[in-house]
């Protein structure tokens, strides 16, 4: 850590509540194997009701070899915009992107689910007409980042949408219906929406176009997921075709815990910040590693100090009192400062209006941020490490999406230094940031699903000939 002082001489306060955060190797040691163990039941058909990683089914069979040829159409779906994207694949490892972005009017989240659809549509209508591709009709893929569960590669079933967004009649139907519908409604356009996929399995597919032995999709934001690559033996929920040896596994890992595997760890604080969500109980993982969660957590220690009076004296808690209101962007900007200074923590309090706080105090805000983000990064590399773990390749790529593995100055350090503590040495790995986004993944999955039905079409009517 990048703290000059001692923190248990200098925040002994602080130090003590914060040893509620310390995961011990053998801790990290035990969550990992537990998490294979709830893999393991998320595959097994008997037990995947019961397992707190889930392992649905993406329906994504076919990887990308890198000689993929053509345009692809793509759209992300996120909870606050969307983004229309037209990918073309070139020679060799050249990927051209066009796309616009689209902020999603509170009004049309909140309104009906049709029309809300029925503004994709019109975005994707325009989009297509300016690229002059309406009457190609494209396969496109959409990346969704929304609860769902996945029934086929095209039947995408909304389970729940986020915070924001209020489209009711649109829950418990299959998305990509939706859309179909209303594109329809656009007869000078002709678009194939072939399949959907989750941001965990979009950003696996974006990077396996350019590194073939890319087999895990991280996701580190708001959201915690992953996927991988499973052998389709082992996927006993699938009625599919067997016969292609892979299945792409939206693990779920943010689910990890809500059958108390997390216990031993999880403390007051985190407690307290799970009762404060909408879906107490649920999701414990993701409550002790997303940046939405991290924030809180650190607001709630320094609250916590506040109240003993151990920091900001001067200050009141009027603002830093305020619940979900530490951003990731601030424990960021205040790790980013050099040892021993603090400005952009300064500023990120002046946020908070606590002016001029002493620098002992400062420090400490740095100490509390470097121990319950440091608690996460531990975490994910459990994750990790149980994926790797379970492929058992000898070389594996990892693309990983999210801020804070991008931006944070420590939190990849810590990721990659804790995983490689846990990973068996002869599973070499190399976690990489996905620079292509999901929606890069999704045109890459409509394009191969396009690809697989004319090879099966073709191969039918030869059959047919030849009888």
Known sequence: MATVEDPETAFPEAHKILKQFIISDEDLVKIMNGMSKEVKAGLNADTNARASIPCHLSYVQDLPTGRERGRFLALEMWPTNCRIMLVKFGNEKDVYMSSKAVVIPYTVAAGRGDELFNFLAENIAIFVRDKKVEKENLPMGIAFTFSMKKLALDVGILVAWSRGFGAENAVGKNVVDLLRVAVAKHKDIAVNIVGIVNDAVGSL???????????????????????????????????????????????????????????????????????????????????????????????????????????????????????????????????????????????????????????????????????????????????????????????????????????????????????????????????????????????????????????????????????
Request: aromatic share 8%; proline share 3%; hydrophobic share 40%.
């Open 205 to 467: 597919m974006a990077l396996a176009w350019s590194y073939p032995d890319c087999k895990i999709g991280l996701i580190v934001g708001t959201f915690t997921n992953a996927a991988y690559v499973e052998e389709t033996d082992n996927c006993q929920m699938f009625e599919g075709d067997v016969t292609k040896p892979y299945m792409i596994i939206n693990s779920d890992m943010a689910r990890y815990g809500e059958n108390a595997h997390l216990d031993f760890i999880r403390n007051e604080f985190d407690k307290a910040l799970d009762l404060e969500t909408n879906n107490p109980g649920y999701r414990l993982f993701e409550k002790c590693v997303s940046t939405l969660y991290i924030g809180e957590l650190v607001r709630s220690v320094i609250v916590r100090l506040m109240r003993q009076g151990v920091i900001f004296k001067e200050h009141n808690l009027e603002y830093i009192g305020i619940r979900w209101k530490m951003e990731m962007k601030s424990l960021i900007a205040i790790e980013s400062d050099p040892p021993g200074v603090h400005t952009k923590c300064q500023e990120v309090m002046d946020k908070f209006r606590m002016r001029n706080c002493l620098e002992k105090d400062l420090a400490c805000v740095r100490y509390i941020c470097e121990v319950i983000t440091a608690r996460s990064a531990k975490l994910v590399a459990c994750g990790l490490a149980c994926f790797i773990h379970k492929m058992d390749y000898a070389e594996i790529s990892v693309a990983v999406d999210g801020g804070v593995y991008r931006l944070h100055p420590t939190y990849s350090i810590t990721l990659n230094k804790e995983a490689l503590k846990l990973v068996n040495p002869s599973n070499r790995f190399k976690i990489i940031v996905a620079e292509d986004s999901a929606g890069v993944g999704a045109a890459i999955v409509a394009g191969l699903a396009v690809m697989a039905k004319n090879r099966s079409t073709s191969k039918a009517r030869e059959t047919m000939q030849v009888s």
